[in-house]
């Protein structure tokens, strides 16, 4: 008759799992050839209300980002439906993944055995979840308070708390922490302005170190490290020293450097000495005649420009001597010697013989090119072989020897130093060249 509903052969009649449609007038009627008999019977079903099966007020403790699960079995006829009522009040209902308005989309799951499952939990879960069982005759609840366990922040390295920097360097303050969940970095400038993401010139990395591009002597101070999450709060104290950079003038990185130039008479001459430093350093020229000019200073025929360029107007013989350019800052004392020469007006070189020239010399002896040149400033000299080797003055082989008046002397002339040698002479206003043919 199904699979619920059994007749024996003495008659009865068995009904397994009843429920309130079971309930009703049951007809047994009796018949064979000679006749028939029956019985009515009534059958009423008793129904019990909802209950929680091994009910209790309990604690669980869930570890931070890890899954946790609640039983909650109950019995009632009809059978109960369950629901969970979740800390921030939201009802998760049977057999339904909970939907929190995007927010915990498919992370709660509700198994039709009353289980309550839950995936990498966070702070926010821990509270009280509540499972309710209701049926038509009533309902029962039961309570679990369910606290996830935090890490404090705890940052390492803690040791190191000086740093030292030049200033234009960068700074690297670190501050790397362990926790359960990642700590928030939060860190305090000397100047007590709390930053908890990078700005122009302080960079905030991932790792929670802290980067000072171009460290001034300003940013020394004490720096506080602040890691934070839930469990608590960690710091660290930094103390940054920035020293100052010394000066460097025109940048060479020398304490002190000397030039000589030359400037022509009723000229106009800059000389620069432009300083790098930190901090910026101060300026000061000192002249020939122990006068002290603080750039900027502005005369009739002398100026120290702010960059730090000596102008010299209306060039005198008597400015020949040593001007000094000092850029001092904490950091220390740079020096720029220049010593200035006045001449007269610039001439390009002339050949006393500007015509080129046939020599003939004898093989073994020595022979003499020469190339007298005038010229203010004097001129350069530089020779070229017949190979197109070129030699400048001042050189010596043991083959050939330049002189300082322009000569090229060649020690015991042979066949193979024939041929035609160019003679060139250069200074600032001009170049000219000379050809000598030699034979041997």
């Known amino acids: ?45 008793a129904m019990k209300p909802a209950k929680i099966d091994h009910k209790q007020q309990f604690k669980k403790l869930v570890p931070y980002g890890k899954d946790f699960r609640v039983d909650c079995k109950a019995s009632g006829s009809p059978t109960p ?18 939907d929190d308005s995007g927010h915990r ?28 069982a209701q049926n038509t005759l009533g309902r029962d609840e039961m309570k679990i ?48 302005e709390v930053i908890s993401s990078s700005t122009d010139r302080h960079s905030l990395h991932a790792n929670g170190s802290l980067s000072i591009s171009q460290a001034g002597l300003l940013d020394a101070g004490e720096y506080l490290c602040v890691a934070r999450n839930p469990g608590g709060d960690d710091s660290k104290l930094y103390r940054l020293a920035v020293a100052a950079k010394p000066p460097v003038i025109n940048g060479l990185h020398r304490n002190k450097t000397i030039m000589k130039v030359t400037a022509v008479r009723h000229s106009k001459k800059h000389i620069d000495c432009r300083a790098e430093g930190t901090p910026p350093p101060q300026i000061m020229w000192v002249m020939p005649d122990n ?42 004392e740079t020096v720029l010697v220049v010593q200035l020469e006045v001449t007269e007006m610039l001439r390009r070189p002339v050949f006393k013989n500007p015509f080129n020239e046939k020599i003939i010399a004898k093989p073994g002896k020595p022979v003499t090119l020469n190339c007298s040149v005038d010229g203010n400033p004097p001129p350069d000299i530089s020779w070229m072989l017949p190979n197109g080797t070129w030699f400048s003055s001042s050189i010596r082989t043991p083959q050939f020897v330049t002189g300082g008046s322009g000569t090229l002397t060649i020690a015991s002339a042979q066949s193979q130093h024939a041929g035609r040698y160019r003679c060139a002479a250069r200074n600032q206003v001009g170049y000219i060249e000379k050809l000598l043919l030699l034979e041997v």
């Open 81 to 98: 439906a369950i629901s969970w009522g979740l800390p921030d009040g939201t009802v998760v209902n049977n057999a339904m993944l909970a």
């Open 1 to 45: 008759m199904g699979s619920r509903i059994h007749v024996y052969p003495n008659g009865s009649l068995a009904i397994e799992a009843v429920t309130e449609k079971d309930a009703g007038d049951y007809l047994c009627v009796a018949r064979n050839r000679i006749g028939e008999d029956l019985i009515l019977m009534k059958v009423s079903i």
């Open 105 to 132: 989309a498919r992370r709660y799951v509700l198994f039709h055995n009353g289980t309550l499952h839950l995936s990498k939990a966070g702070v926010a879960e821990g509270g009280d979840y509540t499972c309710y």
């Open 291 to 332: 006068i002290f000019l603080t750039a900027p200073y502005y005369g009739s025929r002398i100026v120290v420009h702010k960059n730090g360029t000596l102008e010299i107007r209306n060039i005198r013989p008597s400015d020949t001597g040593d001007f000094i350019c000092v850029a001092r800052n904490d950091g220390g």
């Open 145 to 192: 308070h369910v606290t996830v366990v935090v890490a404090a922040p705890q940052i390492k390295h803690k040791h190191k708390t000086h740093v030292a920097v030049t200033a234009g360097d960068t700074a690297q303050l670190d501050c790397e922490a362990a926790g359960e969940p990642r700590a928030q970095i939060l860190w305090m400038l000397p100047s007590s």
